[in-house]
């Protein structure tokens, strides 16, 4: 699955037992312009570092998985938890890109030589 949207925050990688750590990222998403959606994605062991150059504010597409998993508290009630497991990341605009690209600065043509051997 993927979806396309803005940077709102980036967490710093959380150490969550010896042998798991994770990231999250947490994106402005716009389907209803009236109601925005802010979804978190996590990032988990080595795609952590997908996080690494993305900024606030950023325009990023994310593609991701859907987990879902049951759960039993300690009275026998079954509740139901889904993440949203980043596996790709791409940035869209920011994050270095700048807005306009660069051209070559104009040449002079008013300041050529008057020992000009053009023919013409």
């Given at each position: 699955?993927?979806?396309?949207g803005?940077?709102?925050?980036v967490?710093?990688?959380m150490?969550?037992?010896?042998s798991?750590?994770?990231?999250?990222?947490?994106?402005?998403?716009?389907?209803?312009p009236?109601?925005?959606?802010?979804?978190?994605?996590?990032?988990?062991?080595?795609?952590?570092?997908?996080?690494?150059?993305?900024?606030?504010?950023?325009?990023?597409?994310?593609?991701?998985?859907?987990?879902?998993?049951?759960?039993?508290?300690?009275n026998?009630?079954?509740?139901?938890?889904?993440?949203?497991?980043?596996?790709?990341?791409?940035?869209?605009?920011?994050?270095?890109?700048?807005?306009?690209?660069?051209?070559?600065?104009?040449?002079?043509?008013?300041?050529?030589?008057?020992?000009?051997?053009?023919?013409?």
């Amino acid at each position: 699955m993927d979806i396309k949207g803005k940077v709102h925050e980036v967490s710093a990688t959380m150490q969550v037992t010896e042998s798991l750590k994770k990231r999250e990222l947490i994106v402005e998403y716009i389907e209803n312009p009236q109601y925005p959606e802010y979804l978190k994605f996590e990032a988990i062991q080595d795609r952590c570092n997908l996080l690494d150059n993305v900024k606030v504010g950023d325009d990023v597409e994310v593609f991701f998985n859907l987990r879902g998993r049951p759960w039993t508290d300690k009275n026998g009630k079954k509740s139901y938890f889904n993440s949203l497991q980043l596996w790709r990341l791409n940035v869209l605009t920011g994050g270095g890109a700048s807005a306009s690209p660069e051209y070559a600065p104009p040449a002079d043509i008013s300041s050529a030589p008057d020992d000009d051997d053009l023919p013409f």
